[in-house]
């Protein structure tokens, strides 16, 4: 099951990191994607990694912004959020899977998706 941490309140063009703590073993057989939320509307797919190749795919409203990583000793995957916007206030959940598909469908459609978090808050104003 996905854990989320590193949400927070920040000001426009600051960064955050989160966190997505995958706690079953092994953790590199899992495809991560990062999911967000405002209320009244869909959740928005914005970063995955697949667990095949660790290629990753960004939504156009975060590219160049945001970036994963993985890291080797733990089984966590990082999205580092730089130069934050007020329209990137919203929930921020981290979804695993095991399904073996292109990566950016994990981001496209929910339907690839296993587990899900309980989500990571992330507000961004002046």
């Known amino acids: 099951q996905p854990v989320e941490s590193g949400g927070g309140s920040v000001q426009p063009g600051g960064s955050l990191r989160l966190s997505c703590y995958i706690s079953?073993?092994?953790?590199?057989?899992?495809?991560v994607a990062w999911y967000r939320q405002v209320p009244g509307k869909e959740r928005e797919g914005v970063s995955c990694i697949s667990a095949v190749d660790n290629s990753t795919y960004y939504s156009d409203s975060v590219k160049g912004r945001f970036t994963l990583s993985r890291d080797n000793t733990m089984p966590t995957v990082y999205l580092h959020m730089n130069n934050l916007k007020p329209e990137d206030t919203a929930l921020y959940y981290c979804?695993?899977?095991?399904?073996?598909?292109?990566?950016?469908?994990?981001?496209?459609?929910?339907?690839?998706?296993?587990?899900w978090g309980q989500g990571t808050q992330v507000t961004v104003s002046t």
């Open positions: 979804a695993a899977s095991h399904i073996i598909t292109e990566v950016q469908n994990f981001c496209i459609t929910t339907g690839f998706l296993d587990y």
């Open positions: 079953d073993a092994p953790y590199s057989y899992y495809s």
